[in-house]
């Protein structure tokens, strides 16, 4: 399964910004081999599952509740996203804001999807 793995917190405006993309993203990748991993750094799990319900939000959120696994792969600060291949090998990152939902992108994460 090819995954979107990306680090972020509700205090965040850049990741607040990329938020609905991501979600956009789910959908439209909704039946192939993909998968969406949000990781939520050092947030208690209270903030971060009412900003998810209030915001309607459909992706999979994890809590990295102490920030150890954000201070690892998001060390130049948040958001930062990855992209894994169908071996869980990183084939991509950037650190900032994005769209996700973006054709050209969605045309790549289907094409990788389908392998």
Known sequence: TVT????????CPPCKREMPSIDRL???????SFRIAAVSVGEKPDTVRKFIAGA???F?????KDGSLGASFAAQGI???YILDK???VIAGTVGSREYDEPELVAV????ASR
Not at 26 to 32: D, Q, T, V, W
Not at 60 to 64: G, I
């Open 4 to 11: 979107l793995l990306n680090f972020w917190a509700t205090w």
């Open 26 to 32: 789910n959908a439209l990748m909704k039946g192939s």
């Open 56 to 58: 309607g939000y459909a």
């Open 60 to 64: 999979p959120v994890y809590l990295d």
């Open 79 to 81: 958001p930062t996203t």
């Open 87 to 89: 071996t869980g090998r």
């Open 109 to 112: 994460l289907k094409e990788m």
